[in-house]
């Protein structure tokens, strides 16, 4: 059964600084992971997908990276903002027919001004 | 519009009572899903559905039961509520990934949330 599992679970970090996330999973036979945003209250927004053939994706600030043999994902994020305050989550989907994806349960992230 | 609606947005019922979530989509996904959040948990799949003739189990689909009564309708019913079954609920689709698309194959869309109370 896959594990997902995201460390911290909280993190606070002053606006500016550069910062990175980590998620990591125990079986290495997925087909892709992503990376959502979750705000209070609110749905997932999707950031990154990172399809299993591929080693990172981009977009503006972010940078997600995937090492399937180690079992490793990291959400980097630069000149952090007080707007990117929210919960990342990190899901993987199991190769095979199902494509079922698993959660880790997120890190809550504080950007303070 | 948002892509993917869920109704009710906030429920409170009571234990025993009969509640259907429902979720709604534009986004011509043939693959929908129900996710239950509970806090420290992260989200655990209730039932999924690649088409409207494919009903599929997930990890926690105990006390629950799913209608597709059309490719962009998903509906999750608890028979009848405890109060173990207060969480916030998630709908999601995403295409093929193998039809999908290129890098984006298999993106999931969410639905802002229906957050269910039971006393």
């Known amino acids: 059964k896959q594990e997902v599992t995201q460390i911290p679970a909280a993190l606070s970090v002053p606006e500016g600084e550069n910062l990175v996330l980590n998620c990591s999973f125990t079986d290495s036979a997925i087909y892709n992971l992503q990376w959502f945003r979750q705000d209070p209250g609110k749905g997932l927004t999707s950031l990154l997908l990172i399809q299993s053939s591929q080693r990172e994706q981009t977009s503006g600030r972010l940078n997600a990276s995937l090492d399937k043999s180690s079992g490793r994902s990291t959400l980097y994020i630069a000149a952090s903002q007080p707007g990117d305050s929210a919960t990342y989550l990190c899901a993987v989907t199991r190769s095979g027919s199902a494509r079922q994806l698993t959660f880790g349960s997120g890190t809550q992230l504080t950007v303070l001004p | 519009d948002a892509d993917v609606t869920q109704t009710p947005r906030n429920r409170i019922t009571k234990t025993g009572k009969r509640i259907m979530l429902e979720c709604s989509q534009t986004?011509?996904?043939?693959?929908m899903y129900w996710y239950r959040q509970d806090p420290g948990l992260g989200l655990r799949l209730i039932y999924y559905?690649?088409?409207?003739?494919?009903?599929n189990k997930g990890e926690i689909s105990d006390g629950y039961s799913v209608s597709r009564q059309a490719q962009a309708k998903f509906s999750l019913s608890l028979e009848s509520a405890i109060p173990n079954q207060t969480a916030l609920y998630f709908c999601?689709?995403?295409?093929?990934?193998?039809?999908?698309?290129?890098?984006?194959?298999?993106?999931?869309?969410f639905g802002e949330g229906s957050r269910l109370t039971v006393l």
């Open positions: 999601a689709t995403s295409d093929f990934p193998e039809l999908g698309g290129g890098s984006k194959g298999g993106e999931l869309f």
């Open positions: 986004k011509g996904h043939d693959r």
């Open positions: 559905s690649f088409d409207v003739k494919d009903i």
